[in-house]
């Protein structure tokens, strides 16, 4: 029986919930995971709902659906399980989460759909020709940052990318490049943000003598470090550490964070809510 | 507007969120929060909804969710958030988790009434007293265990006490006392469960050189520290430590622990799942 | 027998370790602990030394040491392990903390001796009295700031005060306080540092929407939030949680992280080491 | 300036350190680190040294060493830090944590040479390919175990291997291997122990309902899963996730435990202490 993922976003007000479960109930389906968050902050409700129906062609249960909460000026999506998100990694010369990325995408963890690696730096073409993935190299100056986001948009087109990964990717997006996609792209930041924003964070975090480092994953946006997080984690760290310590033990928690973030993404778990997310974390 | 709680436990089937949720819709609510969890193992549904609705009858309230859920053959339970749980606190003389416990509810953060304290000791009067609670003595030897049951069993009917804390009561209560409360009393037990059952668990955690200790708050059952588990912590230790070390370590982990298991059973997110639990965690 | 602690701070070089466990040796000394650590990049060595003998005079343990290690200009903090360090805690009107660090003190957790509390209100006062301690009132309005404070080191001078904590007391001391007990005074913040410095940060963590929220205890210099870190810990919320949420969670991190911060003071596990510290955690 | 590390186990007593301080002196040595350790449980002192001076001749330093700690009956490791040792890496058909082990010994994460891949199984040959190591097939059924365990030691010798790493490696060495090997193999273990020992851990840990899984790296003996624990870690789970995502969950908890206690291993910071170890984490 085929599956479905349904996400909803909408202003907060009375019998959502009933009008969606309706419309589930109204083609036979069968519901296997749903969460529900009201914020009152924002006044947003966000539901993701798993289910599974006999029907299989999503036209006639997007209609369903439609019918019973079109009232409702909600943002809907809807897609079979097996319709998986399409994701580009983005890679600078670091290849510890590109690595870490496609392991656990070949173990089947990450569920979505690889189609291929982009890269400022020859250097990861191996790691992506071992994984028979189309690898991408975009190389960048100041002066050539137009015409290379340029191609990496065409890209994003031909591909029809959902999700660009910055697996490290050590550029500043333009604000057109976090306009055009907004929700849809990930950066790992080496950090515990809000702290050690910007460059060379490890060094940062040994100046300030913190006992706890970390990483943060967030959605990019125009404004650098500021997006909205996803997913953060720390590991414990003392005097005898080196700044070159900090980055390497740092490693570890970066991929951890980054791989959770996609895989959260890859299931539909994570909505923008304003300037934060809501993360119905299995 | 009042507000309420309603948990729901029944066989999984097709159609219990859409009726729960048009008996909540008929009566104008507005949902506040609300999970569900299906359990294909075990076939079960679970879910708790925190709603508010003009209403301030609970039986017309309970009267609607009965009329159209009647037919899931579901065990529901229903009340206004502001009538709240009843508990009775056992100790022996460690008295840390008491304190706690004492401290976390005079500041607001344990939503239910402690209705007093009881103890085969009485070390822990004072403590009682300070925050204006009757102390129970009940001492108890081999001999007089019967008996001594047989009253604390008389104060949980006579104060109507929802839930029983074994917060390091040196006791173990006997099948009889934990078949009339299945999933009402929780007991800490100073280890990570199910390693070091039994006595003195720091000094077999020593023994074996274990480089994380922990605790962990369970339902009591007959079947002696294997009771399901609602929470767990751990905390790193190291060579250095002597097993006294470890318990004074350990205590502050029992009282987060335990304070949590409280919490989250006192907000009825806590759901018996045959040997397992359901924890809808805020 | 006697033990004692022996700390030491020097540029680093060859031979101090065997100087100083050459001069331990010589008076039988049995060493029961001793860490040290040389940082690179300030050239600095730091040592602390837990050792057992014979000698009960502390003036001939310290000429041995002295004779020793005169050439290493180092500064040497030697006393017998019973005379312990004196502290004062400093507390407003959040009495979590406070509470916290008298009750481990009383269960033997703490090995120093509080001397008193002091206050900008009166509402602790009947928590320093259940312990049998003084209660300093010492209001302060932006008027009265310097009277207050010179009666503040006052009460330091007069009861001898080693350290002053300060437990959610909402002053900022002034510089001179400050420059008056470098590496004396510990404060808890109720943010991860470098994160939401100032006010509210439970607040400003909301707004960021960040995954984890933390807390850190550090020594209290002229620059707000700036002093060297001596612990920190974080603990996981999520997009349900709202500020006052993070408050309550906070809580119980700020009370852990303070406290084990002042222990490791007590025990003279901490040391200076320009903006950072070297903490010989057991 | 070549660096060296020390290691000294011995019956606790007055005067060590001197004694080797003395010695390192006495060879203009300068002490990078130490730390040391005396249980007064077993009675015995563990040290770890590392140090730089102009002598290249391991002999000569030896010798500075012996002379003046002969008479503590020492067990005494030295060696200059250059002098890697050498590992040998068995897997069976679960290949994560080979690859995470390959990759940080490619990364310079793991100070020691690498020196083949064994397995009863072919699957893992294209990655010990990748990295240019030998890979060697010892398939192994009842019948055959002796002759395979016989294989797998004349590896050991002929290879000069110091460290068999047991990479979830699915079979139970004999005593006779383990006794041939007392503190040189490091067995990954998918629970935390003591907790699940034997086989699917992970399912009997699902069936328990454990809010926390884990992982522990011990050392091997005959007594299956109660080796002396090096290192372990811990990561959450809930009701919703099935044995099989405890086992996707758990694999990044086993990697990161067995590099840790790999990597603490290959730097002379293990050390055995009866049934438990003494460590000296960086």
Known sequence: MPSYLLSVTCPDTVGIIHAFSGALLGIGANVLEQ???SDTGTGLFFARTRFECDESDVAVVR???DEQTG???????LRPEDVRRRALIAVSQYDHCLRD???RWQAGELPLDIVGVVSNHDVCRPIADRYGLPFHLLPVTPDTKPEQEARLLDLVRDE???LLVLARYMQILSDDVCRAMPGRIINIHHSFLPGFKGARPYHQAHARGVKLIGATAHFVTADLDEGPIIEQ???RVGHA???DDLAEIGRDVEQLVLSRAVRLWAQDRVFLNRERTVVFSS
Chains 1, 2, 3, 4 share one sequence.
């Open 241 to 243: 550490q080196t700044a």
């Open 63 to 65: 209609a369903a659906v």
């Open 101 to 103: 990325l496609l392991y």
């Open 35 to 37: 969460e529900q968050f």
């Open 71 to 77: 009232r409702f000026d909600a943002s809907v999506v």
């Open 160 to 162: 029809r990318v959902d």
């Open 233 to 235: 984690q720390v590991v």
